[in-house]
């Protein structure tokens, strides 16, 4: 049973920098709730009981307001990534000395419903086997860059 994620919120999100200012994108407030933070939540009650974040543009700032949460604190293990203009995979290489075992790979600016990731944990896979969730059903491409 997978019970831990890891969580790429490393990025500068350049594109969306004109509109948010010093706000980085994993803290933009959607419904007053910053969205890295409604990841997690949604995330913690589809059976996710720790959380991996991989931090490196605004680290500092993600830490300020996520690591003194209280519904929050008590689920992270912080992880940096000195190369966070890198590519993604970099980040996920950044946090291998802190997962040993099966992960939810997820980013910081994603959403999903519960359900979804309820059912993705559920798939038996082998040690060697990864399962990708996509979209099949998208109308239009709405991102938040």
Request: glycine residues 6%; hydrophobic residues 50%; negative net charge.
């Amino acid at each position: 049973v997978v019970t831990t994620a890891l969580i790429i919120a490393a990025g500068a999100g350049a594109r969306l920098h004109k509109l948010t200012g010093s706000v980085p994108k994993p803290l933009l407030p959607l419904t007053g709730v910053p969205l890295l933070k409604r990841i997690i939540l949604t995330a913690n009650k589809a059976g996710i009981a720790r959380f991996v974040i991989v931090t490196g543009h605004a680290a500092d700032q993600l830490h300020e307001v996520l690591g003194s949460d209280p519904q929050l604190q008590d689920l992270i293990d912080w992880v940096h990534n000195d190369a966070w203009h890198q590519p993604n995979g970099v980040s996920v290489l950044a946090a291998r000395e802190r997962i040993d075992e099966p992960f939810a790979l997820l980013m910081a600016d994603h959403l999903f419903e519960e359900q979804t990731l309820e059912r993705l944990l559920q798939v038996p896979l082998k040690s060697d086997e990864c399962i990708l969730a996509i979209d099949t059903n998208v109308v239009s491409v709405y991102d938040l860059d």
